[in-house]
């Protein structure tokens, strides 16, 4: 089993930028995709982003591209989301987690507890 621990969230201003780190423990997390995902108040989680095992192909829901960027560093074991011009409809809970089916398939036994982003307009 996978233990996934996001962090970086917090609350900022429409337009600016926040920075989510995942490090992840328990297995050997060099050798898998990696996704971020979010779920805002009364909808259902959705895809952000994925970045495959090498960092070498990257993929990115139509609403985040060019403002999202997704990477990883496999040394530390830890998958970052740097968000640029953010806009109050990123307002989520943001989850990292392996990929299983690339892009956007998620492993659903290995949710960590998220971590805030709140967007003020």
């Known amino acids: 089993q996978v233990q996934l621990v996001e962090s970086g969230g917090g609350l900022v201003q429409a337009g600016g930028s926040l920075r989510l780190s995942c490090a992840a423990s328990?297995?050997?997390?060099?050798?898998?995709?990696m996704g971020w995902f979010r779920q805002a108040p009364g909808k259902e989680r959705e895809f952000v982003a994925a970045i495959k095992w090498t960092g070498g192909r990257i993929y990115y829901a139509d609403s985040v591209k060019g403002r999202f960027t997704i990477s990883r560093d496999n040394a530390k074991n830890t998958v970052y989301l740097q968000m640029n011009s953010l806009k109050p409809e990123d307002t989520a809970v943001y989850y990292c987690n392996a990929i299983v089916t690339w892009p956007d398939r998620a492993d659903s036994g290995s949710w960590g507890q998220g971590t805030q982003v709140t967007v003020s307009s």
């Open positions: 328990g297995r050997t997390f060099s050798n898998y995709n």
